[in-house]
Nanobody, 122 residues
C-alpha cells in the first residue's frame, strides 16, 4: 500500500558521486533502506536507517563511501554515494521494513520501490 519512488540514478565515471532519493507516498514509522541487484546476482543489502535517524547500518562493501540519511518531514530517505566503482553498478531499490535489523535481508522488507539504475564506468 505504501508507494516508494526512487530518483537520482544515472551514469557516472569511477571515482564520481551520485545521490539517490526515495520518496514515500505517506508517513511511516518504518526503518528505511537500500538494496541493489546486478545482472546475474542476488539482490543484496546496501544501507538502512531507523525512523529517528539515530541508527544506521551499512554493508561492508559500501562503508565509508556511502551515507544514508532521511527527512521525515518530506517522507524521504537518501543515499549519498561517493568514490563509486564499476562494482557498484546495479539497480538500486528503496525499501521499508518494521525494524532496522530485519531490513538487512530481503525477508524483512515490507515495501519495495521499482528501482533506479546506477552505472559506473571505468
Amino acid at each position: 500500500q505504501v508507494q516508494l519512488v526512487e530518483s537520482g540514478g544515472g551514469l557516472v565515471q569511477a571515482g564520481g558521486s551520485l545521490r539517490l532519493s526515495c520518496a514515500a507516498s505517506e508517513r511511516t514509522s518504518y526503518s528505511m533502506g537500500w538494496f541493489r541487484q546486478a545482472p546475474g546476482k542476488e539482490r543484496e543489502f546496501v544501507a538502512a536507517i531507523n525512523y529517528s535517524g539515530t541508527s544506521t547500518s551499512y554493508a561492508d562493501s559500501v562503508k565509508v563511501r556511502f551515507t544514508i540519511s532521511r527527512d521525515n518531514a518530506k517522507n524521504m530517505v537518501s543515499l549519498q554515494m561517493n568514490s563509486l566503482e564499476p562494482e557498484d553498478t546495479a539497480v538500486y531499490y528503496c525499501a521499508a521494513g518494521p525494524n532496522i535489523v530485519g531490513l538487512r535481508v530481503r525477508l524483512g522488507v515490507n515495501y519495495w520501490g521499482q528501482g533506479t539504475q546506477v552505472t559506473v564506468s571505468s
